[in-house]
Every structure is written in C-alpha cells, then in structure tokens.
C-alpha cells in the first residue's frame, strides 16, 4: 500500500496541468481547518472561491461504476472501504456546512468532462471577467 499515492496520482495532475492552462490557480492537497472542527483535505482547493475538488480513486472510494467488492481479505478490505465512503460523506457535509462547494470527481470521468464541473462550480477567471466587463462597457 505504500506505492498508493495519497496526491498527485495522474489524473489530478491532468487535471491541474488543465486548470492551470486556463488561467485558474489553486491550492493542491491543502488542510481545510474547519469550523465544526473537522479537518479536510481536498485534491485542489479555491480557497478565494470557497471551492474544493476531490479526484477520487474507483477502488478506494467504491465507484458505483469500477469499483469492485475485493475477493481477498474481505474482512478487512469491505470495513475500510465502507469508512472511506464514509469519510467522504462526513467531509462534504462538513464542507457544506462552512459554506464550501464540494466537486467530487471520479479518476476514469474523461478530462474535459472533469474540467467542465470544475469550471462550473468556481466561474470565470479574472482574465476572462476583465474581457467581459470590457465587452459590456462597448
């Protein structure tokens, strides 16, 4: 389990590599102290937004799509993938709480689907809301 990348697994970095093409910047894996007392981790956090966005792996966090009851060691693999789901749950509602936006994505979504939701959820870029305040002032 060590090889396990808790960040920076391949389609976080596509997808950062995206954002960051675009003009939007960031936070990655960044502690979210929250008020309630939980702490969470987002993959990519907008704190001026108040968006944070979780790329979650098929197997780890039991995607409805991929995921897959382990065949092995059932009795410890179905336990912590229930907490992980769990976990999940807890943070978003948490997050929710604070007045955050939750964008959950899983690893196989294809990357303009991703950015698309990503995109949605925190708006324009400062470059792109100049060049629209300019368009209106025309």
Known sequence: ?????RSDT???IALRRALHARGYRYRKDFRLDLPSGVRVRP???FTARKV????????????PEHGRE???NEWYWTPKLRR????DRAADAALQAAGWRVVRLWEHE?????????TDAIGPTLVERKFEDSSEAE
Do not use: Y
Request: proline residues 10%; hydrophobic residues 45%; charged residues 20%.
């Open 110 to 118: 294809p990357l303009p689907a991703a950015l698309q939701a990503v």
């Open 10 to 12: 391949k389609p976080e």
């Open 43 to 45: 993959d990519i956090v």
């Open 70 to 72: 382990p065949t092995s």
């Open 52 to 63: 944070a966005v979780f790329v979650d792996g098929c197997f780890w966090h039991v995607c």
């Open 84 to 87: 992980n789901v769990e976990r």
């Open 1 to 5: 389990m060590k090889a396990n990348r």
